[in-house]
C-alpha cells in the first residue's frame, strides 16, 4: 500500500482537480492528465490503479447526465463489448510496466488527428461504414487502453467523426470512458497487476475529481458548438503533444 505523504496527496488532490476540470469541459482527457503527471511521481501500474475510482466515477456522472443514453447504447453496443474484449487483453502490456512505446505512439497520432482537422476540415464516418467500423475502433481502442491506461485513441476522433451533438458527444464519450475504465480494472486484476490496497487512496481523488468536473461543466454549458469544437482538438492537441513529450524528457534524464 502507498505510505502517502503530505507532497503526494497535495499532488493526488491537485492533479484529479485539474484532470477532472479538463473533462468537464472537454468530456475526456481525465486519466491522460491523471497518468501523465502522476507516472512522474509513481510507478505507471500504480498511478492507473489511483484513476480507475475516480475516473469510474466521473465517467458514470458524465455518462447519466446527457439526454441520449438508450439511444447511443443501442448504436454503440458492438465498439463497446470489442473495447472490453481488448482492454481486458491489452491490460497484460500495463501489467509488464513497459508502455514508453505505446504512450509515444499515442501521441503522434493524437497531434496528427487534432492538427489535421483543425486545419483542414472535419472527418465523416459514412453511414454505411459504421457497423463495421465500430467494432475495429473498439478493439484498437482496447488494445490501446490496456497498454497505456488512456482510453482517448481511436475512440475519441472516432465519436466524434460520428458527427453526434455536443452533449451527445460528450455522454458517448462517457460511456465508452465507462466500459473502458471497467475493463482496465478487471485487465489488471486478471493479470495480477491491480494494487487493491491502493483502492482508499483511489477514493480520496473522487472529491477533487468531481469538484474540477463541475466546474468543467459550468464552462462547456456556457461555450457555443464552434468554440467547443475548437477546443475540444485544440485539447486533443495538448494532450497528445504531453505523451510525445514524456518518453523523450525520459530519455534524455537517463
Known amino acids: ?49 489511483l484513476l480507475i475510482v475516480p475516473s469510474f466515477v466521473t465517467n458514470v456522472w458524465q455518462l447519466v447526465s446527457g439526454p441520449s443514453f438508450g439511444q447511443l447504447a443501442g448504436r454503440l453496443w458492438p465498439m463497446m463489448l470489442a473495447t472490453a474484449v481488448g482492454t481486458v487483453g491489452g491490460a497484460r502490456l500495463l501489467a509488464n510496466g513497459d508502455t514508453q512505446v505505446t504512450t509515444y505512439a499515442l501521441g503522434v497520432a493524437l497531434v496528427v488527428y487534432a492538427a489535421y482537422t483543425l486545419l483542414v476540415r472535419q472527418l465523416l464516418v459514412p453511414q454505411g461504414y459504421e457497423r463495421w467500423l465500430s467494432p475495429v475502433i473498439g478493439l484498437t481502442t482496447g488494445v490501446v487502453t490496456g497498454g497505456t491506461g488512456v482510453f482517448v485513441i481511436p475512440a475519441v476522433p472516432y465519436l466524434q467523426a460520428l458527427g ?64 467547443f469544437r475548437r477546443w475540444f482538438l485544440i485539447g486533443l492537441f495538448l494532450l497528445g503533444a504531453e505523451m510525445i513529450a514524456k518518453p523523450l524528457l525520459s530519455d534524455v534524464a537517463l
Open 1 to 49: 500500500m502507498i505510505d502517502p505523504p503530505i507532497f503526494v496527496l497535495a499532488a493526488v488532490t491537485t492533479t484529479f482537480f485539474v484532470a477532472g476540470l479538463v473533462k468537464g469541459v472537454t468530456g475526456m482527457g481525465l486519466p491522460t492528465v491523471a497518468m501523465g503527471v502522476l507516472g512522474t511521481l509513481i510507478s505507471p501500474v500504480t498511478a492507473a490503479a
Open 164 to 227: 453526434l451533438e455536443k452533449n451527445d458527444l460528450v455522454q458517448a464519450l462517457g460511456l465508452s470512458f465507462t466500459i473502458s475504465t471497467m475493463a482496465l480494472a478487471a485487465g489488471l486484476a486478471l493479470h495480477g497487476a491491480f494494487p487493491v490496497d491502493n483502492l482508499a487512496m483511489s477514493a480520496l481523488a473522487i472529491a477533487p475529481a468531481l469538484a474540477g468536473m463541475w466546474a468543467g461543466q459550468i464552462i462547456r454549458n456556457k461555450v457555443n458548438p464552434p468554440t
